[in-house]
Structures are given as structure tokens and as C-alpha cells.
């Protein structure tokens, strides 16, 4: 059974930081691109991060370059999403999602990916 579970969430001020984590099993972990991916109240899904199997490659929206870093263990078969210098823009449940293939494009929705996770929420103040 494919799991992915976030958990690190939470509420934090502008300016604070938070680490999310996404603990995967059911499937080999080192085939797959890991990706973090938000949704705001009553917008859609926006793309966040993307990693290759390899950790040698790393994306980033543009909203969240350089304030955001995302890695891999694939020995504890997870993936992490640092979060620095947050701001209230930043505030959506964030989710981890696994495929075989790379891509940014979420205009499918959640059929882009193939295992999702159930979220976890992260809410920054001002």
C-alpha cells in the first residue's frame, strides 16, 4: 500500500521558518521525482518544488526561490521541505507528491501525479 505522510506543519509569524517532512512506503522511493506542491483557501494547486531521484537536480517555483529548499533521504525514503523567511502568501496545505516523470504543469490537477499525500497545513501571520 503507497503511503506518503507530511507532517512538520504549523503556525509560524512572517519572517519564521518551518520544516516539512514526507515520509514515504509502498513504492521504490529511488524511481521516482518527489515534488511539494500548495494549495491556498479557494485557489487551485500551485506547484512548489521538485526533486530528481538522483538529489542532484532541484526546481523552484519562482514565488519560492531562494526561500525555499527541498532535499531527499533515500535512506529513510523522504523528502523534506525547509521553508525560511515565510510571509502570509505562504500560508496553504502543503503536499507531497511522488512520479516517475518530471513536470510543473498541474492544469491535469492531481491526476499529474501519480501517489499523493494528505497534506499538512502551514499558516504564516503578519
Known amino acids: 500500500q503507497v503511503q506518503l505522510v507530511e507532517s512538520g506543519g504549523g503556525s509560524v509569524q512572517a519572517g519564521g521558518s518551518l520544516r516539512l517532512s514526507c515520509a514515504t512506503s509502498g513504492f521504490t522511493f529511488s524511481n521516482y521525482w518527489m515534488y511539494w506542491v500548495r494549495q491556498a483557501p479557494g485557489k487551485g494547486l500551485e506547484w512548489v518544488s521538485g526533486?530528481?531521484?538522483?538529489?542532484?537536480?532541484?526546481y523552484y517555483a519562482a514565488s519560492v526561490k531562494g526561500r525555499f529548499t527541498i532535499s531527499r533521504d533515500s535512506a529513510k525514503n523522504t523528502v523534506y521541505l525547509q521553508m525560511d523567511s515565510l510571509n502570509p502568501e505562504d500560508t496553504a496545505m502543503y503536499y507531497c507528491?511522488?512520479?516517475?516523470?518530471?513536470?510543473?504543469?498541474?492544469?491535469?490537477?492531481?491526476?499529474?501525479?501519480?501517489?499523493w499525500g494528505q497534506g499538512t497545513q502551514v499558516t504564516v501571520s503578519s
Open positions: 526533486i530528481n531521484n538522483g538529489a542532484g537536480y532541484a
Open positions: 507528491a511522488a512520479d516517475r516523470a518530471y513536470s510543473e504543469d498541474l492544469r491535469g490537477g492531481r491526476d499529474v501525479y501519480e501517489h
